[in-house]
């Protein structure tokens, strides 16, 4: 019964590296550094790519010329290649009321169906002109509104790497792989994904994240891995709503503190 219980809890435990904001300007010193960590230990990413960068932050960042080259060389290594929004420019405020309650600025929170469908038509036909086959999707700052979610589905994107709870699930006839934390922490149990920036990251962030995965790598899974899992049960459905209020909750009870400290 005991041994039965451990494979049970193995079998529903893993994360997925998902590294935000991969585009032709950005840290190309820590990409090149993660991708001899990720072929070290046999690792499959899931790459957020920005179709038409515009955001002006990463525009500043070292340029690749072979950018599209390396993404399709990425894609023959079987590591998954998601598209993070369109532009990455944020023209819309949520005040939390995203699908999500996530806050902040938005790329498509707020913009008409239309006008988001048009955003993702129009990455995916930068994709397929460069041969990049995709199959999942994640807005810029995790904002999404009902209208995102069906120009999605109408474009035929199933998958959205965000969300919370601990084990993926299917929701407004779309598959979502949670994504609860900022930083890279293994859980004892739940299907989770990364968001990790490496533009952002210092040199002691990179070698946090190297001894991370050397101390974790046998509990990395890939994107057809973690899409596997994606369950309808009740019980799991219980599980992610429970995570969902306490996750909410922790936030919130963050926000107020640091609203205290800087007042």
């Given at each position: 019964m005991i041994k039965f219980i451990k494979n049970k809890l193995l079998s529903n435990t893993g994360m997925l590296i998902r590294l935000d904001d991969i585009a032709e300007n950005m840290n190309w010193q820590f990409m090149d550094e993660c991708e001899i960590l990720f072929d070290?230990?046999?690792?499959?990413?899931?790459?957020?790519?920005?179709?038409?960068?515009?955001?002006?932050?990463?525009?500043?960042?070292?340029?690749?010329a072979k950018f599209?080259?390396?993404?399709?060389?990425?894609?023959?290594?079987?590591?998954?290649?998601a598209m993070h929004g369109y532009s990455h420019l944020y023209e819309k405020?949520?005040?939390?009321?995203?699908?999500?309650?996530?806050?902040?600025?938005?790329?498509?929170?707020?913009?008409t169906f239309d006008v988001q469908k048009e955003k993702i038509k129009k990455g995916l036909e930068i994709f397929k002109e460069k041969g990049i086959h995709i199959r999942s999707f994640f807005a810029p700052n995790h904002t999404y509104d009902l209208?995102?979610?069906?120009?999605?589905?109408?474009?035929?994107?199933?998958?959205?790497?965000?969300?919370?709870?601990?084990?993926?699930?299917?929701?407004?006839?779309?598959?979502?792989?949670?994504?609860?934390?900022?930083?890279?922490?293994?859980?004892?149990?739940?299907?989770?994904?990364?968001?990790?920036?490496?533009?952002l990251w210092s040199n002691s962030d990179m070698k946090n994240f190297k001894n991370f995965i050397m101390?974790?790598?046998?509990?990395?899974?890939?994107?057809?891995?973690?899409?596997?899992?994606?369950?309808?049960k009740k019980f799991f459905k219980l599980?992610?709503?429970?995570?969902?209020?306490?996750?909410?909750?922790?936030?919130?009870?963050?926000?107020?503190f640091t609203k205290k400290e800087n007042a």
């Amino acid at each position: 019964m005991i041994k039965f219980i451990k494979n049970k809890l193995l079998s529903n435990t893993g994360m997925l590296i998902r590294l935000d904001d991969i585009a032709e300007n950005m840290n190309w010193q820590f990409m090149d550094e993660c991708e001899i960590l990720f072929d070290k230990y046999n690792i499959k990413p899931l790459l957020g790519v920005i179709p038409n960068n515009e955001d002006k932050e990463l525009l500043l960042l070292p340029k690749n010329a072979k950018f599209w080259e390396k993404v399709g060389y990425w894609q023959n290594k079987k590591w998954e290649i998601a598209m993070h929004g369109y532009s990455h420019l944020y023209e819309k405020k949520t005040n939390k009321l995203d699908f999500f309650n996530h806050g902040g600025n938005s790329e498509f929170f707020g913009q008409t169906f239309d006008v988001q469908k048009e955003k993702i038509k129009k990455g995916l036909e930068i994709f397929k002109e460069k041969g990049i086959h995709i199959r999942s999707f994640f807005a810029p700052n995790h904002t999404y509104d009902l209208n995102t979610l069906k120009a999605l589905k109408e474009c035929g994107i199933q998958n959205i790497i965000d969300g919370y709870g601990l084990i993926p699930y299917k929701e407004n006839g779309l598959n979502f792989i949670p994504q609860l934390f900022y930083r890279v922490f293994m859980l004892p149990y739940g299907i989770q994904s990364t968001s990790i920036h490496l533009n952002l990251w210092s040199n002691s962030d990179m070698k946090n994240f190297k001894n991370f995965i050397m101390n974790n790598h046998k509990k990395i899974i890939s994107f057809d891995v973690a899409i596997n899992k994606v369950s309808d049960k009740k019980f799991f459905k219980l599980l992610n709503l429970s995570t969902k209020i306490i996750i909410k909750f922790i936030r919130s009870i963050r926000l107020i503190f640091t609203k205290k400290e800087n007042a």
